[in-house]
């Protein structure tokens, strides 16, 4: 039979109570013969044992919680790699270009320490940049990759990836605190974005700070609809947005800081 932790703590203190008591009580009657000096003997003996069990109690326990945050690291490890893997998939679905997304989580996660987002807020922020286009996984290629302009009823679907992404992330626990940037990140800071159409403040501060970095990138690659931009228009491009698509606290903190965050996104 095979025993739970637990019942493994209680079996050894068991034994261990078992076998104190029998042969503490032998050697304290046999070194004591007064009645005086027992009592103080079985007084000694009590405190000895309490300091004696709590040491084992505290290393049984200590070992077993380890064991638990141990399966815990490997369990989210785990659920790292599914995720990268799903990435890896839909950028090559999308035939984005090479690294975009590590890019764009890597910039993002600077911008966001940047911006004074507290670290242990910034594990959630990457995850969300790693997930910002998951819900693209619900819209069909000819719509996904077509290299042309989409029609009204296509930009209709697309327009519907944040929606299927808020949809997927939320039914998953381990990744429902990281559904801001793939629920928000096309909305835009004067309300004219999608899907709902928040206006300034409304919009997660993560969503704020990934629209910048996402833009940028989208600009300065190419895609399958569009070619490379100048880095100078794109530059441009981001700041006369600011107030209109970007939140304007996080554009010039982003511009001050251009040359840091291409290095942590490792663009040449």
Not at 12 to 17: D, F, G, L, S, T
Not at 42 to 51: C, L, R, S, T
Not at 90 to 116: F, N, Q, S
């Amino acid at each position: 039979m095979i025993l739970k932790p637990q019942q493994k703590i209680v079996v050894i203190y068991v034994v261990i109570a078992a076998l104190w008591i029998y042969f503490s009580d032998y050697f304290v009657n046999f070194l004591f013969q007064s009645p005086e000096k027992i009592t103080i003997a079985q007084h000694v003996k009590g405190w000895f044992y309490v300091g004696f069990t709590g040491t084992i109690l505290y290393v049984l326990i200590g070992r077993d919680i380890n064991s638990v945050r141990k399966a815990n690291v490997d369990l989210i490890n785990s659920y790292e790699q599914t995720m990268r893997g799903w990435v890896r998939v839909m950028d090559m679905r999308h035939k984005e270009t090479r690294d975009h997304t590590d890019r764009v989580t890597k910039m993002t996660v600077e911008l966001a320490r940047l911006a004074g987002i507290p670290e242990e807020n910034l594990e959630n922020i990457e995850r969300g940049a790693r997930l910002h286009d998951i819900g693209k996984i619900g819209i069909p290629d000819e719509i996904l990759i077509k290299p042309g302009k989409l029609t009204e009823q296509e930009w209709m679907l697309m327009k519907q990836h944040p929606v299927i992404a808020q949809e997927l992330v939320s039914s998953i626990d381990f990744l429902e605190a990281c559904g801001d940037i793939p629920y928000c990140h096309h909305e835009k800071w004067d309300g004219s974005g999608y899907p709902r159409r928040l206006k300034g403040r409304e919009i997660p501060i993560a969503a704020r700070i990934f629209a910048v970095v996402d833009v940028w990138d989208a600009l300065s690659f190419k895609r399958v609809y569009k070619e490379i931009w100048l880095e100078e228009e794109v530059l441009d491009h981001i700041e006369s947005e600011a107030g209109a698509h970007f939140d304007p606290e996080i554009v010039p903190l982003f511009l001050n800081n251009y040359q840091q965050l291409k290095r942590v996104g490792n663009v040449g």
